[in-house]
């Protein structure tokens, strides 16, 4: 079968299995490797992408499944040499130690607050739910993401977009 879809903004196609992960076809196909292979079962949100602006688990995505839409991978966030501000915060909050769940929780999480930023901790923490890490302490995960949506909207208020 052959399936046609649009990834990080260029007409994309694939021929094969439409049974196929997702996220088999963006690493090994598209050698997308920011998207994790790391539980291949739903449960550890490492494989998060975006598809039609929302976020989604690759490894639970039949390439079939995302026929005709827009498929949105971390490396197509944001722009080469301009980081996505969850990006610059999480490393300015010193918060990816392996790297394993980084991707998947930028990915969640711009999803969740594209429209609108967080208004407590607690929305921060319900927004990474499926998404786990084994290296550091949520909290300061949780820290980094206020702090990067906070400086993103004062930049915004500075050059007037806001």
Known sequence: MSVRFELNGE?????????????????????????KAVCREGFCGACTVHVDGEARMSCLLPIASV????????????????????????????????????????????????DRPPESRAEVKTAMTGNICRCTGYERIVDAVLAGLAAERASARESGDV
């Not at 196609?13 to 997308?32: K, W």
């Not at 998947?104 to 999480?109: D, E, I, K």
């Open 67 to 114: 026929a005709g839409r827009r498929v949105l991978t971390i490396e197509g966030l944001a722009p080469p040499g301009a980081p996505h501000p969850l990006q610059l915060a999480f490393e300015a909050a010193d918060v990816v130690q392996c790297g394993m769940c980084f991707p998947g929780m930028v990915m969640s999480l711009s999803a969740a607050f594209r």
């Open 11 to 35: 007409p994309c196609g694939f021929a094969g299995d439409p049974l196929t992960p997702l996220v088999d076809i963006l690493r090994r196909e598209r050698f997308l490797t920011g998207t």
